[in-house]
């Protein structure tokens, strides 16, 4: 009985291909989209960075970006700091938010059977 050597070190390099796929591909996908985000920001553009500050980008100057905390303060980053780009939500008007609460069921009973529990 011969040992063959391929037999010996397949699951080693199973084990290696399976790390490639399950680990280093998406995180190096992640690594690629961070950067083709960071290298896309435009003046006006709201972000949040990875402390978790929000802000809106007033300038760049090659890796740095010059972030508009409030009116009239502005600080210096580096574009790696740069964790999200946000995306504007469409705010509910009060209007829209009454009309949802005065749709809603109502017995007539005087109960509220939406705080009752079984």
Do not use: C, H
């Not at 050597?5 to 399950?22: C, K, M, Q, R």
Request: negative net charge.
């Amino acid at each position: 009985m011969g040992n063959n050597p391929l037999g010996t070190f397949l699951p080693l390099i199973l084990l290696v291909v399976v790390f490639y796929f399950l680990l280093i591909r998406p995180q190096r996908k992640r690594q690629q989209e961070q950067i083709q985000m960071q290298n896309s920001l435009t003046p006006g553009v709201r972000v949040m960075t990875t402390t978790g500050l929000f802000a809106t980008v007033v300038a760049l100057e090659d890796d740095d970006v010059v972030l508009e905390l409030a009116p009239g303060v502005e600080t210096r980053w580096v574009k790696a700091a740069i964790g999200r780009v946000l995306t504007p939500v469409d705010e509910v008007t009060s209007g829209e938010a009454e009309g949802t609460v005065a749709e809603s069921s109502d017995t007539g009973n005087g109960d509220d059977t939406s705080t009752k529990q079984s």
